[in-house]
């Protein structure tokens, strides 16, 4: 079956411009989740989303947001751009449950400039 | 969040068995044990994850010990595809998981 599918893979943004990345999970999953990783802090988790509600959030500043449709299909977004942004973005998606499988997908670099 | 720690490098050679420990003496009764691996400019894979009995898949065993204060990820036959950063996380949710540093494996051949 497919795996987690992320769009765009590659992106470059000018400092004070937002973005947008979109995540297709595996078919049937319900939870979304998004981290972000740099090689200065290492891979930190962003927020999950479960049936379109945020369910976990981690410790990320307002400009990161993101949102779940109804098909389970994720965007997240970063506005005012910082230079400190840039990194991969990788999107997981599972069932949901504490004992469930998560899988990764190939991640978005974004790079600020 | 409960913390893990693991050593920051471990080397093997080709074909031998490979022992990956992982303490986290303040794991709590809900917390599950993952294990990724992750490549270089490539997302995590999952490798396996337990609660309190071992554990065995095509990729990996894990051992838990008795009191689940650690737990050791096996490597059967090291291969060089098996050369990556190893990840211990341990997470009630399954959902959110807190990533420490890692090992990582070298694999010569």
């Known amino acids: 079956k497919a795996g987690v599918t992320q769009t765009p893979r590659y992106l470059i943004k000018t400092r004070g411009q937002q973005v947008t990345l979109s995540c297709s999970p595996i078919?049937?999953?319900?939870?979304v989740s998004w981290y972000q990783q740099t090689p200065g802090q290492g891979l930190q988790f962003l927020f999950e989303?479960?049936?379109?509600?945020?369910?976990n959030k981690g410790n990320f500043p307002g400009r990161f947001s993101g949102r779940q449709f109804s098909n389970s299909r994720s965007e997240m977004n970063v506005s005012t751009l910082e230079l400190g942004d840039s990194a991969l973005y990788l999107c997981?998606?599972?069932?949901?449950?504490?004992?469930?499988?998560?899988?990764f997908g190939e991640g978005s670099w974004l790079t600020v400039v | 969040d409960a913390k893990t720690t693991q050593p920051n490098s471990m080397e093997s050679n080709e074909e031998e068995p490979v022992h990956l420990p992982c303490n986290h003496s303040?794991?709590?009764?809900?917390?599950?044990i993952h294990w990724y691996r992750q490549l270089p400019s490539q997302g995590p894979e999952y490798v396996i994850h337990?609660?309190?009995s071992n554990v065995n898949n095509r990729m990996a065993s894990l051992a838990i010990a008795e009191d689940r204060k650690s737990s050791t990820l096996i490597l059967h036959r090291a291969t060089l595809r098996d050369a990556a950063v190893y990840y211990c996380?341990?997470?009630?949710?399954?959902?959110?998981?807190?990533f420490g540093k890692g090992t990582t494996l070298s694999v010569s051949s």
């Open positions: 997981a998606s599972s069932f949901g449950g504490s004992g469930n499988t998560i899988y």
């Open positions: 078919s049937g999953h319900r939870s």
């Open positions: 989303y479960f049936s379109e509600t945020q369910r």
């Open positions: 303040t794991i709590s009764g809900t917390d599950y």
């Open positions: 337990g609660l309190t």
């Open positions: 996380i341990l997470s009630p949710s399954g959902t959110a998981l807190i």
